[in-house]
């Protein structure tokens, strides 16, 4: 697993080199790109990207995946929604979100990787029963226009989306129905919606999930969920860990930890939350020999 461990850049610092720099150094393989110098990754210029990937092939890294903020909008604008992070990227119509994703498979190219990870709309009242329909033509139509350009589309789980939780991004990905979509798969944003991660949510996705996004969260007396370092929360990454290793899963792994310690640097506790998981890892190395 640790040849196929990775980070979100901006997890350790805004600065593209910076990020690369300790990812090369802590050992990791690979980097997904978000935002860079507190722009979304899409506001990228060619020459930008170019740039990105020479310097992360320089230092033995490649570029995973854009981690694209395509369809972090309302589905209907005159619709009540729940919004979420849009990591540096202004509120837009699902048009204009078409033309982002364009705009994402070219910067794909340009930076050696086929995976874009993408979003199912703003959260609305019960959305699969709902909208399920209108949810599913948008994507199909996303999964169209990337599989005629050979990319992947990866649907994160993330509860201010319709596609909040491992039931819901599965059914979706199996409405669609294309090679071009599959899951993203994130436990600790399904333990953030205080839904179970294991087994209820990994048997939900396994088999669609291509991707997968490694963070922890402790929830406190009052039930409020917070970000902590890989192995000290209420993930169960051991169970997660046995059930991908025996079924086979071939994708990668990448930190995105949200974690910041009191006083600390987003950098530290990425580095605290990596050595949770590499000792878990040796943990889990040893009682397999």
């Keep these: 697993m640790r040849d196929r461990l990775g980070v979100i850049t901006d997890e350790v610092s805004s600065d593209i080199l910076t990020a690369l720099d300790f990812a090369a150094a802590r050992g990791l393989k690979h980097v997904e790109l978000r935002s860079i110098d507190s722009r ?15 310097e992360a092939e320089r230092r033995g890294l490649f570029v995973s995946c854009v981690a694209s903020p ?39 190219e340009r930076l050696g990787t086929n995976r874009i990870r993408i ?11 709902r909208f399920e329909a209108e949810i599913v033509r948008y994507l199909a139509r996303a999964a169209e226009l990337a599989e005629s350009r050979g990319i992947l589309l990866l649907l994160e789980n993330e509860p201010s989306c319709n596609g909040g939780f491992a039931a819901e991004v599965a059914r979706l990905t199996a409405a669609v129905d294309s090679p071009a979509l599959r899951v993203l798969w994130d436990p600790g944003n399904e333990q953030y919606g205080n839904r179970p991660s294991f087994p209820d949510g990994y048997a939900a996705v396994r088999g669609l999930l291509a991707h997968v996004h490694l963070k922890d969260v402790a929830i406190d007396g009052a039930g409020k ?11 169960p990454y051991e169970a997660h860990f046995q059930a991908l290793l025996a079924d086979g899963y071939p994708g990668l792994f990448t930190l995105e930890t949200h974690y910041v310690p009191e006083g600390g640097t987003a950098m530290e506790g990425t580095a605290m939350a990596l050595d949770g998981l590499t000792a878990l890892l040796e943990r889990l190395s040893s009682e397999t020999r």
């Design 40 to 54: 979304n990754v899409l506001a990228l210029s060619d020459e930008e990207a170019d740039r990105i990937h020479a």
């Design 119 to 129: 979003f199912s709309f703003w959260r609305e009242s019960e959305p699969i029963e």
């Design 225 to 235: 969920p917070r970000a902590m370092p890989i192995g000290s929360g209420i993930v």
């Design 70 to 108: 395509v369809f972090k909008c309302a589905l209907d604008a005159s619709r009540p929604v729940a919004e979420g992070d849009r990591f540096n990227q202004e509120e837009r119509t699902p048009a204009e979100h078409f033309a982002m994703l364009e705009r994402a498979m070219e910067l794909a």
